[in-house]
């Protein structure tokens, strides 16, 4: 019976690591094969769609959120989590001023403080 030295352990992992690096490779040459596949039919598609007419005119872009969203949410929030209020909905947008404060404070709150 033989034993099973650090040598034996460390050609096991360079197999391991070989065999890992062949499959990523061809898992990596499978999405390419993929992506070129879609770019070529996106390409295509493009290239059959009618051209858009250019008198289009711009139609405004309305400010907040509108009602059909608020009841759509509502009703998803309603369906999933049974009765519960939206209380604030927001645009993403919104700074993080308040946050940085916060964290402000709380590091200061650790600082030690000077004996008298």
């Not at 070129?36 to 051209?51: E, F, T, W, Y």
Request: aromatic share 4%.
């Amino acid at each position: 019976m033989s034993t099973y030295t650090t040598l034996n352990a460390i050609r096991d992992i360079f197999v391991m690591y070989g065999i890992v690096i062949v499959v990523s490779m061809l898992v990596a040459l499978v999405i390419r094969g993929i992506v070129m596949v879609l770019s070529r039919q996106a390409g295509k598609d493009a290239a059959k769609a009618p051209a858009k007419p250019a008198s289009v005119a711009p139609q405004p872009i309305p400010t907040g959120i509108p009602q059909e969203h608020l009841a759509v949410i509502t009703a998803a929030v309603a369906a999933m989590l049974g009765a519960h209020r939206l209380v604030r909905i927001e645009a993403p947008d919104r700074g993080f001023g308040w946050t940085s404060e916060a964290r402000t404070v709380h590091h200061t709150s650790h600082a030690p403080r000077a004996s008298h």
